[in-house]
């Protein structure tokens, strides 16, 4: 009896209660705090770091330092091939990684790509995803940025996959700080775009949210049950 | 009466007209037409933006069903927005669009090259999506890039641009609404209207907005 209504006084709550419209941003005002803290650490810190990294090193040689620590990273891919299943594409993607490994002098060049064998993405946050887990909440991360739950341990157990994490420290600590800085120099130009936004937040929130959704269906997710609450 | 004429002798011209352009034929068609423009005028577009805005606005925006953009953007606001709210929003919403990516399309139009996939159309369909690849010159890998199209009448017309499953309407419903309720429907179209909706010195805008 006490449970039942209970369960009606919480029907009613859940009535009066007006829907939020980020269900998946249960934590928006931590995020936003979050956001912008990020957003001071990026402009004061590694935004001008990426900015003299794209103004001291040539084009060819930033290029070929993306190539050389995207192949390290590539057995993550082959593992979660794996993991999910994928096996004609864990086959091809060790082949890629051999390739580019070998003939590609250990991943300074890509001739996988130029022979048609284009980079796949996959982590251990799409392999839960395929498994079953749903993107919990959405979440902004110190320093990293946007995340879910899901991605959050995803990324905690990726780091296992990663052959510097198994690297001395005098190794891994600067193939690392290349590896972010490099990432950061290749978003140059695209606060341009979120500047524009209404809402940057939001607008990172959804496209987060949505890329992700695009990369654990393999670019081909099923249609959205589009509500616009009419 | 005569209006009714009008608009009647203009749909039946349009669809004279292009009763027969499948969509992924008009989506080609008309991003090769913009390219080839910008291509001859690049210099002229340049100095005097406003040319340029109004070039699309007569070349792109007429292949885009705007009203359903504006409404599915809108999403649970569009029933409480009256006749006029509604209107200018979705004249203010168009135009940001434009100004917001003609200095990209200006910028990046000769360093990628679209690839087209072919379009499996159901018959009898009035909804599809034509898939691209921009293929990137500088070799990074290409990027996804779909319109998602349906009949007005006898017209294809494009309602959506997904990048990389990132869907335009859907992003910016997710904008609107979080501003709409803090500030009101019409502070949202007067800001747009005034060409200033990146929040200068907000979090998020340290890109610098440089305003048109």
């Known amino acids: 009896m006490r449970s039942c209504i209970l369960a009606v006084v919480m029907l009613i ?104 064998w284009t980079e796949n993405r996959e982590d251990f946050g799409q392999t839960l995803a395929v498994w079953g887990v749903g993107d919990g909440w959405f979440l902004m991360l110190p320093f990293l940025g946007p995340s879910t739950n899901r991605d959050l341990v995803g990324r905690g157990i990726d780091v296992f996959a990663h052959p510097l ?25 695209t606060e341009q775009v979120l500047a524009q936004q209404f809402d940057p ?24 049950e589009d509500d616009w609450g009419e | 009466m005569t209006r009714m004429l009008a608009l009647l002798s203009a749909a039946l011209i349009a669809t004279a007209t292009w009763a027969a352009e499948a969509p992924d034929e008009m989506v080609k068609r008309v991003s ?52 006029e709210q509604r209107t200018r929003f979705a004249q203010a919403f168009k135009d940001m669009l434009i100004r ?52 007005v009448g006898d017209e294809w017309k494009i309602y959506d641009i997904i990048v990389e499953n990132i869907s335009l309407v859907q992003n910016f419903r997710g904008q609107f609404h979080a501003e709409i309720k803090r500030s009101g429907l019409d502070a949202v179209i007067a800001r747009m209207e005034s060409g200033a909706y990146g929040k200068p010195g907000a979090a998020g805008s340290d890109g610098g907005s440089t305003g048109p």
């Open chain 1, 13 to 116: 709550a859940g009535c009066a209660h007006s829907p939020t419209y980020a269900p998946e941003d249960p934590l928006e005002p931590v995020n936003r705090a979050v956001y912008a803290f990020n957003n001071t650490a990026d402009r004061w810190v590694l935004k001008p770091v990426a900015q003299a990294y794209v103004a001291a090193v040539p084009a060819e040689i930033r290029s070929t330092a993306s190539r050389f620590l995207g192949n390290l990273l590539y057995p993550t891919t082959i593992l979660n091939d794996l993991l999910q299943g994928k096996f004609a594409q864990a086959g091809r993607d060790t082949t890629r990684f051999l390739l580019n490994t070998s003939f590609g002098l250990g991943g300074l060049l890509d001739p996988a790509t130029r022979i048609g």
């Open chain 1, 165 to 189: 994490y198994y690297a001395p420290p005098e190794v891994a600590i600067p193939l690392e700080a290349v590896d972010i800085v490099d990432t950061r120099a290749q978003l140059l130009g």
């Open chain 1, 201 to 224: 937040y939001a607008f990172l929130r959804s496209a987060y949210l949505q890329r992700r959704r695009g990369l654990i269906y393999d670019g081909n997710p099923p249609p959205e």
């Open chain 2, 32 to 83: 090769s037409q913009l390219q080839s423009l910008i291509a001859q005028n690049h210099a002229a577009y340049k100095a005097d933006l406003n040319k340029f805005y109004a070039t699309v606005d007569d070349v792109v925006v007429p292949h885009f069903d705007v009203p359903f953009i504006a409404r599915s953007v809108l999403a649970r606001n569009w029933r409480d927005a009256s006749e």
């Open chain 2, 100 to 151: 917001s990516y003609a200095n990209a399309l200006l910028e990046y139009h000769d360093s990628v090259e679209a690839q087209w996939k072919p379009l499996r159309l159901a018959p009898e369909t009035s909804d599809a999506v034509v898939h691209s690849a921009l293929i990137r010159k500088d070799g990074k890998p290409p990027v996804n890039l779909s319109f998602a199209v349906h009949k």
